[in-house]
């Protein structure tokens, strides 16, 4: 008997990968990697910056199969009251998974993880945004995660610092986050989801590249210290490249009115000057004064 179309056979090795109970060799002799990176290959990451009209601040990120937006108001009145605080703003963070965002529908609302990682993404701003200029105000930033493919808190805390400089917030620096750890006894950088799941250990931080401070530093698994240095020096070295694609994020957002405020000055500078004015003409003498004037 003739079957129907049969269904094509993935082409991708990693697509039926959730199914598979036992963990892949995920780092070949060669260490390439299950997606064919290098051990110290970054995922491709593309960040826009001003991408929502009704936020003060706001960015898109995509980094591998990573698609995330962050939003940022303020400065702003910080509300309930209660929490205002007369020395500083409050940096406030929301990470939000979309329930549409991993292969399992995600339960909408808050639940550990998420307050967890708000937590260390609030703490990490607040290392480098010049709070005191700002008291009693809020600087809230949110991040909704469109499409997870872990990662997601660097991913989400590298938009959230793009989107705070488009609102203007001055800050000491941006942050940059990425994660390293290690698959296979191997130490990698920026591990997948697969990688997440059957690796041996996941090490998210972010640092200020400006200064080298560290800002987060979590590590889920184990690493020995010298494991730990190896995967520390391939997340800076990552996040100094990210720091690169950050920056030019803004000068795409930000080029465009430079130049145009630049070339009006220029055409300014360039046009004649107003003809001078003649000067009012001299108020009629009054004779009363002038005769004062004269018995002196
Ligand atoms: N994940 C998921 N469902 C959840 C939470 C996480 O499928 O409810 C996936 C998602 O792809 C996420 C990955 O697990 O990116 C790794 O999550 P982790 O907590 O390690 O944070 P992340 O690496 O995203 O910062």
Redesign the pocket.
Known sequence: MEGGPSRPRSVNPMEDIEHIEKPLKLIDENGIRLDGRKFDELRPVRIEAGVLKKADGSAYLEWGNNKVLAAVYGPREAHPRHLQNPTKALVQCRYN?APFS?T?R?RPGPDR?SVE?SKVISEAFAAVVFAEQFPRTSVDIFIEVLQ???????AGLTAASVALADAGIPMRDLVTAC?SGKIGGRVVLDLN?DE?NFGDA?C?MAIVPRTGEIVLLQM?GHLSLDEFDEAMNLSIGAARRIYEIQRDALRRRYAPSAEAALAAAAVEAQAPPPPMEAPPPPPPEDPDVMREVDDL
């Open positions: 998974m991993v399992d995600k993880r990682i997870a493919d872990a990662g997601t808190r660097c994660a989801k997440d996941d998210p889920d």
